[in-house]
């Protein structure tokens, strides 16, 4: 179960390979894989430089976001969580649905509005607290199809 109303960092690492050692204020530290997200996003190119990479930062007594201040690029905790999670989840249901929630960026409140479940029930499903079902999984596919290409 999560400590933290909202993700908040008390540090950030760049370690070799384009993996970010992540500190969060809750005392939990998680490396994060940024290869897929490198993949994914054109905007963070920039990023595939080692040295660039290396300039990683959290703003001292803030740590609401990493920021690459070269760079003008910064990525919020809430988002770095969520990917996290999806980096480390035990099955690919609960994969699907972290992922869903930080492709679209939705709080929980949101993704609960979206699914007709409880925040509660959206914040243990992506802690994996508990298991999320085949047909959430499936539910988070056809709100997707639902929504269309953007």
């Not at 109303?5 to 940024?34: I, N």
């Not at 990525?75 to 929630?101: K, S, Y």
Request: aromatic residues 8%.
């Amino acid at each position: 179960m999560a400590l933290m109303k909202r993700p908040r960092l008390s540090g950030a690492e760049a370690l070799t390979g384009h993996r970010l050692r992540l500190t969060f204020v809750d005392g939990r530290t998680y490396t994060l894989d940024f290869t897929p997200l490198l993949d994914a996003s054109p905007g963070l190119a920039p990023l595939r430089e080692a040295s660039a990479f290396a300039g990683a930062r959290v703003i001292p007594g803030e740590g609401w976001a990493v920021t690459w201040p070269a760079l003008d690029i910064q990525i919020g905790a809430d988002t770095l969580w969520l990917d996290v999670q999806a980096q480390q989840a035990p099955d690919e249901n609960t994969r699907t649905f972290v992922q869903w929630r930080a492709r679209h960026g939705l709080s929980l409140a949101q993704a609960a509005a979206a699914l007709g479940l409880t925040p509660r029930t959206v914040s243990a499903y992506g802690t994996g607290a508990r298991p999320v079902p085949r047909y959430i999984a499936l539910a988070c596919k056809g709100w997707e199809a639902d929504r269309g290409p953007r």
